[in-house]
């Protein structure tokens, strides 16, 4: 901001001088590398779900009844699903795993399971999400690909090569038919 003439106040200006005399090597970076490239949010929410509004609905009909409290929900009511993806990551699958039979591939809730660290109570559920993201329609799969490719990258030792392999491939597909379009989006 300096650099453009931005006024950074006294206060800046004496930051920006402490860390050139701390560390007279350091300079700012080159006009065309700056910027945020990657913004990241971490740390708690104020606002969490309640995976217990799910509790009594059939595993069948989970997305089903999460989509419809999501949309009579309030901002401040929470992500029930999440929720549910962060107690109970193998129930969360069983109601996606339905969903998907009947075609449904809601990626909202797909990367909320995806992002999910809670560990899985069921042994086959890892093996299942793969199955499940190989049959995920090809059209919309770079959709889900993100998220996929970094639950695939923390699985990359337990998952068995007959999955990890074919996954990893359709991730690289769904990254690779995006990139022409994006390069076309920075020529613009």
Known sequence: MARD????GKAGQKLLVGIKTRHPQWEPRPAEQVGFHVWHES???AVAGDADKLKHVADGQ??????AIAAKA????GDNWQALCLANPDRAL?????AAEAGDWPVEFWEQLLWSRTAYSDPDTETRIAQLLLRWPTETFSNVS??????LNERVK???????????DKVADASLTEAPENAEAEDA
């Open 43 to 45: 740390g708690p929410r």
């Open 74 to 77: 309030d901002f401040l009511d």
């Open 62 to 67: 989970l997305v089903a009844e999460a989509k």
């Open 158 to 168: 337990t998952l068995p090569d007959d999955l990890l392999w074919p996954l990893w």
């Open 5 to 8: 003439g931005f006024d950074i």
């Open 94 to 98: 069983r109601g996606l795993d339905a």
């Open 146 to 151: 993100a998220a996929a490719s970094s639950w």
